[in-house]
C-alpha cells in the first residue's frame, strides 16, 4: 500500500512498462524504447476548494510526454504530476 498523498491538484502514478514487442511481433531492443506515456492512478489529491480531481485511483491514464517528477518509494517507481499534464481516461 502506497502512503503518500498528492498536495494540490496532483495525481500519483504508477507507469505502465512500455511494449516489448509489436503486434506483428517484431522485438523491439530496450534502447530502442520510449518512455511509457501511460500509467495507473495510485493516489489523487484535491482541488483548492475541496472538490475531486477529474480522475480516481485505479483509473488507467494518458499523460503528455517528459511531465511530471519521478520517485522511487519501496523499490517502485511513481510519477507525480499536475492534474493538467494527464490528456485522457483509458
Request: net charge negative; charged share 20%.
Amino acid at each position: 500500500m502506497l502512503n503518500l498523498k498528492p498536495l494540490g491538484e496532483r495525481v500519483i502514478l504508477k507507469v505502465t512498462a512500455p511494449e516489448e514487442v509489436t503486434a506483428s511481433g517484431i522485438i523491439i531492443p530496450s534502447t530502442a524504447q520510449e518512455a511509457g506515456n501511460k500509467g495507473t492512478v495510485v493516489a489523487v489529491g484535491q482541488k483548492t476548494d475541496g472538490s475531486a480531481l477529474s480522475v480516481k485511483v485505479n483509473d488507467e491514464v494518458l499523460f503528455t510526454k517528459h511531465a511530471g517528477v519521478g520517485v522511487k518509494i519501496q523499490n517502485e517507481a511513481y510519477l507525480i504530476l499536475d492534474e493538467s499534464d494527464l490528456l485522457a481516461v483509458l
